[in-house]
């Protein structure tokens, strides 16, 4: 068994297993991609567009290692669980999202990801449209955000996902929405790596 980002060979009694969505919609998993592709920027910005489609296009879910899990943000305990659950039954287990990931919004986190490694969006990689919104600062954001989350509205949440951008208090970035991921934590800036806000837990 090996893992379906670094191809290594991995131990059967620890691993996880991810849907394609929780995979590409992660900025760590373009960087770490980039970082093992042995290539120039300008080599991985001339090939970025036949990955995208690839990995967004994935129907399986993926088996992912210890090492490579480090760079994303996805719920461990659970991806561990449905890999135990895997190597018990030898069947993958059917996650809610398995399946294709939307190949715009994973240009938009891959675009980003690779502007945080080379200092610039790809030139190969064309945002959808040109974006209508607001820019908020991280800390608008986050106070915006805790509101939602425990209200658990959908809509106004995917309303929040189209209409802003959010300038980071720490680099500067400004970076879709789209690109971020809020984990049970809370979440972090996909360009510099510090946190935007905290999910304080009673």
Same mark, same amino acid.
């Given at each position: 068994?090996?893992?379906?980002?670094?191809?290594?060979?991995? $131990?059967?009694?620890? !691993?996880?297993?991810?849907?394609?969505?929780?995979?590409? +919609?992660?900025?760590? +998993?373009?960087?770490?991609?980039?970082? &093992?592709? %042995?290539?120039?920027?300008?080599?991985?910005?001339?090939?970025?567009?036949?990955?995208?489609?690839?990995?967004?296009?994935?129907?399986?879910?993926?088996?992912?290692c210890?090492?490579?899990?480090?760079?994303?943000?996805?719920?461990?305990?659970?991806?561990?669980?449905?890999?135990?659950? +895997?190597?018990?039954?030898?069947? *993958?287990?059917?996650?809610?999202?398995? !399946?294709?990931?939307?190949? !715009?919004?994973?240009? &938009?986190?891959?675009?980003?990801?690779?502007?945080?490694?080379?200092? *610039?969006? %790809?030139?190969?990689?064309?945002?959808?449209?040109?974006?209508?919104?607001?820019?908020?600062?991280?800390?608008?954001?986050?106070?915006?955000?805790?509101?939602?989350? %425990?209200?658990?509205?959908? $809509?106004? &949440?995917?309303?929040?996902?189209?209409?802003?951008?959010?300038?980071?208090?720490?680099?500067?970035?400004?970076?879709?929405?789209?690109?971020?991921?809020?984990?049970?934590?809370?979440?972090?800036? %996909?360009?510099? !790596?510090?946190?935007?806000? &905290?999910?304080k837990?009673?």
């Open positions: 068994m090996s893992c379906d980002i670094c191809s290594k060979a991995m $131990n059967r009694g620890q !691993g996880y297993i991810l849907s394609t969505s929780q995979v590409v +919609y992660d900025p760590g +998993y373009w960087k770490r991609a980039f970082k &093992l592709l %042995p290539s120039t920027a300008e080599q991985v910005e001339r090939a970025l567009p036949g990955f995208l489609r690839q990995m967004s296009s994935s129907e399986s879910d993926w088996v992912v210890e090492e490579c899990m480090a760079f994303l943000k996805a719920d461990r305990s659970w991806a561990a669980k449905h890999f135990q659950d +895997y190597v018990k039954t030898g069947k *993958r287990p059917s996650l809610q999202d398995t !399946g294709p990931a939307d190949s !715009g919004r994973a240009a &938009l986190v891959a675009s980003g990801a690779f502007e945080a490694m080379f200092g *610039r969006r %790809p030139r190969t990689v064309a945002e959808a449209e040109p974006f209508q919104g607001k820019v908020v600062s991280s800390e608008e954001f986050s106070r915006l955000m805790a509101k939602l989350l %425990p209200a658990g509205d959908r $809509n106004q &949440l995917e309303q929040v996902v189209a209409s802003l951008r959010v300038r980071c208090g720490t680099c500067g970035a400004i970076i879709a929405v789209q690109e971020t991921q809020v984990t049970e934590s809370g979440m972090d800036c %996909p360009r510099c !790596g510090k946190p935007w806000f &905290l999910i837990r009673k």
